[in-house]
């Protein structure tokens, strides 16, 4: 495949199907290569921060506050990314410096000798990978109409959870043996996906970019709507609720599921006895269960309704928890984590279309995907330790118990999200 053909995008027709889909599969060349250390960092930081901190609570605070940058930054960048203009576009500038910074940091963490050392390069590790985060995702709808974005997310999902089980097997066959090699691995592979994103992703050819560059020219006045502060008010005040309910079930959700995979680890070797190495592989067999259902789920989706599907994972995931808690040990984790992550799985694939579809244009998915990011990180930053704390005073016994409320408030705020399509007028207000 050369460069000039990777993504046949114009403005004077729609991407096919077939297009579609070539474009998200390239685009998740970038995903895969962030991802791969994204999983791999929320099953072994927390181990090591447990080193040096014998507090739940703080382990999660500290695996939580590192999202609060999170919170600062996707918004503005989201907003910063829609109004760039360079050669290279609007958004893969910011993955042409953050993704050889966050291999650099990354490839650090497990050289650390001391906990200022390991905090210090956590947090230029996570600032890299933050800088290109919502510019990354933004991407797919730049180039993937509004009736294809369910399967292409479907396609960017199942690529994460490629890496989810890349992550796991790094942890149940690498991590025992040689911690650093198993850091080292993910890295390696930012470095080498980079420059073949940058030779078959030409952003400056999607239709995304070149609506950018119409509006740019013909209306200010529609710029002026994707501000950021305005967007906000607008969400807040508008008659149809749809956008901010569907936000906040995106941050209670994030709330439950950063909890169980920040804490997951712990878990497994602090309540059910097992190894470092096997409980970092307890993901493994739901990063499977994602990969495999992904799509067909984003089909089912386009078929009967994004938001029902949604509500029926958000269920399983809740329904998971409790048997896990009833029937505790390590092979009913193991089955409890599938279901999670298929319950999971049905959310992540139609929460951030759901949110593109509802915003009003081409010209403002940067802002939009980057409120998403705010309430996804907002809930990253504050599960974990609220869950942690919840742990230090109950004990491990019922720790899966204290993931199921956040879950259950997703499902509840959910259930008030009444349409799925664009309400762009109400949201901006």
Known sequence: MTASAAV????SRRLTATASAKAALLIGLAIFAQEISWNFYDSQVPVSLGKYIT??????????????????TQPLLGRWSDNLRTRWGRRTPFILVGMPLAALFFALIPFETSLPF??????????????????????MPD??????????????????????VFAALLSMLIVDQ??????????????????????????KTSAGYQEALRVQGENVEQLEKGRLWPTIQGIVRAPDKSMLYMLLSVFFLAFGWAALRALLTRYGTDSLGMTR???????????????????????????????????????LMIASLVAGYALASPTMLLVTVVFFSIGYATFSVNALVVVWNLASSSTTTGTFTGLFYLMLYGGYAVGPGVVGLLTDLTGWGPFLLNVAPF???????????????????QVEG
């Open 55 to 72: 507090s739940v609570g703080v382990v999660g605070f500290l695996m939580g506050v590192d999202n609060l940058l999170g919170i600062i």
């Open 118 to 139: 390991l905090l210090a390069f956590v947090v230029l590790y996570v600032s890299a990978m933050l800088f290109q985060k919502t510019p990354t995702e933004s991407l």
């Open 277 to 315: 190495g096997d409980a970092g592989g307890l993901s493994l067999p739901g990063g499977i269960a994602f990969l495999l259902l992904a799509y067909p789920l984003a089909l089912l989706s386009e078929r009967y309704g994004r938001r029902l599907l949604m509500m029926l994972g958000l269920a």
């Open 178 to 203: 040689n911690l650093q090699l198993a850091f080292l691995i993910p890295a390696v592979l930012m470095v080498l996906i980079l420059p073949i994103f940058l030779l078959t992703v030409k952003e």
């Open 407 to 425: 879950i259950l408030v997703a499902l509840l705020l959910l259930s008030r999200v009444r349409r799925e399509g664009p309400v762009a007028a």
């Open 8 to 11: 046949p995008v114009t403005t």
């Open 143 to 164: 180039f993937v109409p509004p009736e294809h974005r369910s399967k292409g997310n479907a396609i960017l999902k199942t690529i994460t959870s490629l890496t989810v």
